[in-house]
C-alpha cells in the first residue's frame, strides 16, 4: 500500500524519528522522509529505513508532489482527520492519482504493542505511579491551604521529574465540587481538610505515555491508594461504586471479548447503584505513543481485544456540584487478563 | 454574515469560553455554542451572547448539522484550515448549502484591539517584563557553569509565576553558537563567562499572550536590559546593529503605513551593515490570543496598519555555528506611533 502521513507519532512509528514539518511518503519499495533545513541534520542521524530529502520550509509539499508525480503510482492512502481541508487542497491540486480516505490506519497498526514498545510503556508506567506517590507526600506535607493551580504547578514539576521526562497531558488536579468536572481546569479553591483531592495524570517516556487517576480523601494518612476511607458516606458509597466497577471492567478484561463488554461490566455495577446518568464518558482509551489512541472501550466499541493491546480502564461519577470519583489504571492484555501496569 | 468556527481562541473572541471539544455557530442573528456533558457547566456559567447546547462528546456535529438545516440558511462561512478533511466531510456531507472558504477570517476580525484586550495585553505584558527581570537576577547568581536544559526549566517555573499564569510558548534559552538558530532546543550546553543569552519568552495572561526577547553578555552586571556592552568587537556591532534596526522599526511604525515599510525600516538597517542574509525571518507578528496572529510585519506585507493593532518588532542576526543576536518587544500603534508594552 502506498501511503502519506503527516502525524509527528504515526511518522515516529514508521521510523524511528519526528519534528514539527515533516511529511513521510511510502511508495511502493520506497520510503521518504521530508522535512526542512532545520532538522536534516538530526533527521539523517536518526531516519530508520526511508531516504531523508530536504523541502522548503514554508512549502514541503512541493517536493512531495514532485515524488508523488515522479513514481508513477496510481493511488495513495492518508488519513482524513491528519490533513486540513486547506493543506489536503494544496497536496492534491492537479494530481491525477486517487487519493483513498483511510481514516486512522498508523492508529490501527499501532493498536498491538511490540515487546520493544511493552517495555517502554511499562516503564512510563511506573515512572507515572512514581510520580503519583511524590505528588501524595508532597500533599500530605504541604496540600492544606494549597490552592488547585499551585497543586497543579507543583503536579507538573513532579510529573516532570523536575525537566527529565515529558508530560503525556497538563495534569487535572481536582478538589471537591471541581472534581465534578471530568476535565477540570485549575482554580484558586483551596485543599481543605476531609476534602476530596483528584488526580488525573501521566509521563512521556520515551515518547510513550502512562495515564492513571486516583481520588482521594484528604485527610490524615492522605495517599493516593486505592483504599479510601471518606469521612461522609454518601462519598464513600460513590467512591466505593466506582472501584468496583473499575474492577468489575478489569476482569471483564479477556483476550477474545468485544470492547463494549469491558465497558458494560463498569457501566452495570454503576448503573445498579443508581448513578447511571453521572457516569458521563466511556471507560478507556488505548494509550501508547499518543494519549488517546485504539481501541475504545466504549458502550458501542465492537473491536476484539487481542493480546498486547494497552488501554485504560476509568470508569467515573460526576455529580454536579458536589464532587467527582474517577479512578483509572493502564492495563496491558495478556493471555491471563488484563495486567494493570505502573 | 453565517460562520462556523472550531479553534479555541476563535471560538473565546466570540463568546468569552473556549474548551477543547466545541463548535461555534453564528446562524443570523442567533449564536450557539456546542459542547459535551464534560464542559456544559461551565459553559453555561461562562458563554456570552450564545446559547449553549450539549451534543454527543464524539459527535458534536451531529447536533451541528441539525441546526444547520432548521436554520435555513444558504451559505455559511468557514476557515480551511480550522477543519480535516474528515471532520468537514461530516459537517457537510448532504448539506445543501454552500461552504465558503474564508481563510483566517476570526483573525482579520481581532487584528484591531478592543480597549478591553489593550488593558489585558499590557498587564500581560508587564507579567512579561517582571518575569524577564526575575529570570536575569537567577541567571546573574546562579547561571554559571548551568546547562540550557536546566536554565530552561528554571525558566518555565518563572515565566509561569510559579503556577500562577500561562506560557505564550516554550522559552528559547539558547547560549552561544545555539543562539545561532532562531528556534533553539535546549541542550547540555553550559553558560561560561563571557558568553552570549538570548532569551524569548512570554506568559499568557487572561489567555492573551505576551511576547519579548532579549540578548545578553553574561559576565559583570549580568541583565536583560538593552544597553549591552560585549567584550567582542565583533559580537558589539552584530548587537548595535540589531538594535538599530529595531529602533528604526519602532519609529517607522506609524497607522496609515503599510507594514511592509516598517520590516523595509529594520531590514535597510541590517543590510547596510552587511548582514542582510543572516535576518533570516520576518520584523514581526500580531499578537493576542493567538502568539503568532495578524498582521504579519514582513517584506511581502500590505496590510495597512491601524490603531489598536498590538504586534512585535523583533529583527535579528544569525551567524551559524557563531552566535545570534534578536530583540524584540510588543508594540500597541497609537496615533502617536508604536508604543512599546511591557
Excluded at 299 to 314: H, Q
Amino acid at each position: 500500500m502506498n501511503y502519506i502521513l503527516k502525524n509527528e507519532n504515526a511518522v515516529y512509528y514508521e521510523c524511528g524519528f519526528s519534528c514539527d514539518n515533516e511529511v513521510f511518503l511510502k511508495l511502493g519499495s520506497e520510503a521518504f522522509f521530508i522535512t526542512d533545513a532545520r532538522y536534516t541534520t538530526e533527521a539523517s542521524e536518526l531516519v530508520r529505513n526511508a531516504v531523508v530529502l530536504e523541502g522548503d520550509r514554508r512549502d514541503l509539499l512541493k517536493t512531495v508532489r514532485l515524488l508523488i508525480r515522479k513514481s508513477g503510482i496510481k493511488a495513495i492512502a492518508y488519513n482524513p482527520s491528519e490533513w486540513s481541508v486547506d493543506e489536503f487542497g494544496r497536496l492534491s491540486d492537479k494530481l491525477s492519482i486517487t487519493f483513498q480516505k483511510k481514516p486512522n490506519f498508523s492508529q490501527q497498526k499501532r493498536m498491538v504493542k511490540s515487546d520493544i514498545e511493552l517495555d517502554v510503556l511499562r516503564q512510563a508506567a511506573i515512572y507515572g505511579r512514581d510520580a503519583f506517590h511524590r505528588f501524595g507526600e508532597f500533599l500530605k506535607k504541604d496540600g492544606l491551604g494549597l490552592d488547585e493551580k499551585l497543586a497543579h504547578f507543583e503536579a507538573e514539576a513532579i510529573y516532570k521529574y523536575h525537566g527529565q521526562l515529558g508530560l503525556s497531558f497538563s495534569p487535572i488536579v481536582a478538589f471537591g465540587a471541581n472534581a465534578a468536572k471530568p476535565h477540570a481546569l485549575p482554580s484558586h479553591k483551596q485543599l481543605t481538610q476531609n476534602e476530596l483531592v483528584l488526580v488525573d495524570a501521566g509521563v512521556m517516556y520515551q515518547r510513550y505515555c502512562s495515564d492513571r487517576t486516583r481520588t482521594s480523601h484528604f485527610g490524615e494518612n492522605f495517599s493516593f491508594n486505592k483504599e479510601q476511607l471518606f469521612s461522609d458516606g454518601h462519598r464513600q458509597k460513590v467512591y466505593d461504586t466506582v472501584l468496583f466497577a473499575q474492577e468489575a471492567a478489569i476482569n471483564a478484561a479477556k483476550v477474545g471479548v468485544l470492547a463494549k463488554e469491558i465497558d458494560k461490566a463498569a457501566r452495570e455495577v454503576i448503573e445498579r447503584a443508581g448513578f447511571g446518568k453521572f457516569f458521563v464518558h466511556s471507560t478507556g482509551h488505548g494509550v501508547g505513543l499518543d494519549i488517546h489512541e485504539l481501541p475504545v472501550i466504549s458502550a458501542r466499541s465492537e473491536t476484539i481485544i487481542e493480546e498486547n493491546m494497552v488501554f485504560t480502564i476509568e470508569p467515573g461519577i460526576y455529580l454536579p456540584d458536589e464532587f467527582g470519583v474517577r479512578i483509572e489504571d493502564t492495563v496491558v492484555m495478556t493471555r491471563k487478563g488484563a495486567e494493570v501496569i505502573g
